[in-house]
T-cell receptor, first 113, second 114 residues
Framework: TQLLEQSPQFLSIQEGENLTVYCNSS?????LQWYRQEPGEGPVLLVT?????EVKKLKRLTFQFGDARKDSSLHITAAQPGDTGLYLC?????????????FGKGTLLTVNP | DVKVTQSSRYLVKRTGEKVFLECVQD?????MFWYRQDPGLGLRLIYF???????EKGDIPEGYSVSREKKERFSLILESASTNQTSMYLC?????????????FGPGTRLTVT
């Protein structure tokens, strides 16, 4: 069974600070996705990374896929209250079973004004 | 934009009632999923379907069944609701035609069983 560990579980910071959250596994994934979920809503896809070592930027968010495709990180620069939410990573196992993702339990981020 | 809709945002049912949760997607996706999300446990896959009338059990199928009669619609059925099925239920869809299977989620149904 593939597992994804996310850290930290909870993060509370002030507006303007930088932060990094991590998604780690002992398994290799063919791709990895990051989602943000606001309270009472469904997760919204932010980005998909596919290639080992890949870096993708989405405004103030930077996503990195590890060289071995076992881990990923999300860095937020100058966090804003609108970044508050649950950040989930999800890995696709590959080998014809890409449709069944493995989800981490998430990092709950609170950005205080 | 992919749109996944769920029939209800909030639902309150009594123990023993039969409950239907409906999900509709408008992007002609082959794959559809039902998850439940509970604090500390994350998202857990209940059932998924990769084609019309096809279904496979996920990690926690007990107490649930599903139906997929049309490509765009995937229903989750609680045959006899119990209090331990109080949860947030999320539907998602994805395309098998893409190289990566990005899942798109609906807004969720918060179900309370009393």
């Amino acid at each position: 069974t593939q597992l994804l560990e996310q850290s930290p579980q909870f993060l509370s910071i002030q507006e303007g600070e930088n932060l990094t959250v991590y998604c780690n596994s002992s398994s290799v994934f063919s791709s990895l996705q990051w989602y943000r979920q606001e309270p009472g809503e469904g997760p919204v896809l932010l980005v998909t990374v596919v290639t080992g070592g890949e870096v993708k930027k989405l405004k103030r968010l930077t996503f990195q896929f590890g060289d071995a495709r076992k881990d990923s990180s999300l860095h937020i620069t100058a966090a804003q209250p609108g970044d508050t939410g649950l950040y989930l990573c999800a890995g696709a196992p590959g080998g014809g079973s890409n449709y069944k993702l493995t989800f981490g339990k998430g990092t709950l981020l609170t950005v205080n004004p | 934009d992919v749109k996944v809709t769920q029939s209800s945002r909030y639902l309150v049912k009594r123990t023993g009632e039969k409950v239907f949760l409906e999900c509709v997607q408008d992007m002609d996706h082959e794959n559809m999923f039902w998850y439940r999300q509970d604090p500390g446990l994350g998202l857990r896959l209940i059932y998924f379907s990769y084609d019309v009338k096809m279904k496979e059990k996920g990690d926690i199928p007990e107490g649930y069944s599903v139906s997929r009669e049309k490509k765009e619609r995937f229903s989750l059925i609680l045959e006899s609701a119990s209090t331990n099925q109080t949860s947030m239920y999320l539907c998602a869809s994805s395309s098998s035609r893409d190289r990566v299977d990005e899942q798109y989620f609906g807004p969720g149904t918060r179900l309370t069983v009393t």
